[in-house]
């Protein structure tokens, strides 16, 4: 069946360096979605991508799906304390139910 | 009012018990889902329900059963649970066609 791979499964950084995480699907993807889960919490809905090859900006993240549907990132700029949390993305294929990556779990030195 | 609960929001049970977790959402919307999550692993779905009378197996069902007695209420069912399912289990809903999905707070079960 589908699988999501996400990679890397842990990264720790200063305040103020970037982060980046990235997703791989075994299949081409109808859409993918990117939650955060913050410490002790749900995961909540960040973004959805659904054109091959889309990028999308939320201040100072940077969503990205690859040409082929397959893949995806996140990126942080200048990472704030308030970026700690879980990301996972998830990804969609034709029977509309998500099949979620592993995440990766941020931690940042103040 | 949270619009997605969940009940109980912690449980601890021992080996063989029964055990029911209760999701009831005011958002209106069709879909509902069952997600367990370990660390690790990230979520994985256990069943979903696109309407009333639909209930699909998601990667993970066997050991477990769902029931949607609403279109606002689907429980999750332990028939005789086991220490390995011990676990964070999150309920979520969304509306038709790919969209965003909403969760709730989560229950965690301790099996004993």
């Known amino acids: 069946g589908q699988q999501v791979m996400q990679i890397p499964q842990y990264q720790h950084v200063q305040e103020g360096e970037d982060f980046t995480t990235y997703c791989n699907s075994s299949t081409t993807l109808s859409n993918i979605q990117w939650y955060k889960q913050r410490p002790g919490g749900h995961p909540v809905f960040l973004i959805q991508?659904?054109?091959?090859?889309e990028v999308k900006k939320q201040k100072r993240l940077t969503f990205q799906f690859g040409e082929a549907k397959k893949n995806s990132s996140l990126h942080i700029t200048a990472t704030q304390t308030t970026d700690v949390g879980t990301y996972f993305c998830a990804g969609s294929g034709g029977a509309q139910k998500l099949v979620f990556g592993q995440g990766t779990r941020l931690t940042i030195n103040p | 009012d949270a619009d997605v609960t969940q009940t109980p929001r912690n449980r601890i049970t021992k080996t063989g018990k029964r055990i029911m977790l209760e999701c009831s959402q005011t958002k209106g919307h069709d879909r509902m889902y069952w997600y367990r999550q370990d660390p690790g692993l990230g979520l994985q779905l256990i069943y979903y329900?696109?309407?009333?009378?639909?209930?699909n197996k998601g990667e993970i069902s066997d050991g477990y059963s769902v029931s949607r007695q609403a279109q606002a209420k689907f429980s999750l069912s332990l028939e005789s649970a086991i220490p390995n399912q011990t676990a964070l289990y999150f309920c979520?809903?969304?509306?038709?066609?790919?969209?965003?999905?909403?969760f709730g707070p989560g229950t965690r079960l301790t099996v004993l």
């Open positions: 979520a809903t969304s509306g038709k066609g790919y969209t965003e999905q909403f």
């Open positions: 329900s696109f309407d009333v009378k639909d209930i």
């Open positions: 991508l659904v054109k091959s090859g």
